[in-house]
Nanobody, 124 residues
Framework: QLQLVESGGDSVQPGGSLRLSCAAS????????IGWFRQAPGKDAEKVAC????????YYADSVKGRFTIFRDHAKNTGYLQMNNLKPEDTYVYFC?????????????????RGQGTQVTVSS
């Protein structure tokens, strides 16, 4: 499995913002769709947001629509998740995954590539 490296997780107060990054390690993300998922201990991963390889198609879970934005920078070989107006219920480990293909949108398990995850904690 190819490796992705997430960064940007932190502890913030409700209403705060964070930007998560998802960088490829040793391969090009150019032809991969990227998805952000979040997971609580012992629970299944929840699909949060996805973006196609071209960046023209995106998906958002209803719970994050209007607050989160997924985008990618091909020059930096990195995907991002901008999270605004964070709520306590957004507290999870967030990880990114990737799937190869021009028609892929949300990567499906087993992922072609995934990262280890980064903790996001929203608390006052």
């Amino acid at each position: 499995q190819l490796q992705l490296v997430e960064s940007g997780g932190d502890s913030v107060q409700p209403g705060g913002s964070l930007r998560l990054s998802c960088a490829a390690s040793g391969f090009s993300l150019h032809e991969y769709a990227i998805g952000w998922f979040r997971q609580a201990p012992g629970k299944d991963a929840e699909k949060v947001a996805c973006i196609s390889s071209t960046g023209l198609t995106t998906y958002y879970a209803d719970s994050v629509k209007g607050r989160f934005t997924i985008f990618r920078d091909h020059a930096k070989n990195t995907g991002y998740l901008q999270m605004n107006n964070l709520k306590p219920e957004d507290t999870y480990v967030y990880f990114c995954a990737a799937e190869l293909g021009p028609y892929a949108l949300c990567p499906a398990y087993p992922y072609h590539a995934r990262g280890q995850g980064t903790q996001v904690t929203v608390s006052s």
